[in-house]
């Protein structure tokens, strides 16, 4: 129990840091990819026939963390960062709650005319069973607590970002 505690005391290394926003924003990618057809948004009816360029536009959410790992670039200074980490995360969370929805389909499967008591292969063929999709909102709205955590904690940024534009006026010895 204490080699746990100990291990969410300490700053994960760099890289590891890194990969971990390169990983995070490929999850989002892959989870707005895959289920791009799904997808159906609240949006006031002023907005309705913007709804697919805003739907692309979620893919937003996926560029901005894959790019920061990719790049490591450091935008500001360590307070600054950990408010931005948690602007993101309840943007993630209020998107994927209110504004993110799933489209169910509702299977057609034919029915018989007649009411014989024997089975007709064809209409068995016919009828398909159809995948559920994944609920996008909820694993976004999901996924938004990491980002969060992260800048509630702090841990999550670079040692690059630790001292981004501090003057160092003095020298030790």
């Known amino acids: 129990m204490f080699k746990l505690v100990e291990f969410f005391q300490k700053r994960p290394s760099d890289r590891t840091i890194l990969f971990g926003r390169m990983f995070f924003g490929l999850i989002i990618a892959i989870l707005?990819?895959?289920?791009?057809?799904?997808?159906?948004?609240?949006?006031?009816?002023?907005l309705k026939s913007y709804e697919t360029g805003i739907i692309y536009g979620l893919f937003i959410f996926a560029i901005v963390p894959f790019l920061m790992g990719a790049t490591n670039i450091c935008i500001t200074k360590r307070k600054y960062v950990k408010m931005i980490q948690i602007a993101f995360g309840f943007a993630l969370i209020l998107?994927?709650?209110?504004?993110?929805?799933?489209?169910?389909?509702?299977?057609?499967?034919?029915?018989?005319?007649?009411?014989?008591?024997?089975?007709?292969?064809?209409?068995?063929?016919q009828s398909k069973s159809s995948a559920k999709p994944?609920?996008?909102?909820?694993?976004?709205?999901?996924?938004?607590?990491?980002?969060?955590?992260?800048?509630?904690t702090g841990k999550c940024?670079?040692?690059?970002?630790?001292?981004?534009?501090?003057?160092?006026?003095?020298?030790?010895?």
Do not use: M
């Open 157 to 173: 940024i670079t040692k690059k970002c630790l001292k981004y534009g501090e003057v160092i006026k003095k020298i030790r010895v």
């Open 134 to 152: 994944i609920d996008v909102g909820f694993w976004i709205a999901l996924l938004g607590i990491l980002p969060l955590l992260a800048g509630v």
């Open 95 to 125: 998107s994927g709650n209110l504004l993110i929805d799933t489209k169910t389909s509702v299977p057609q499967n034919p029915t018989a005319a007649t009411q014989s008591g024997s089975l007709d292969y064809g209409t068995i063929a």
């Open 32 to 46: 707005l990819g895959l289920n791009l057809d799904n997808i159906t948004l609240h949006l006031p009816e002023t």
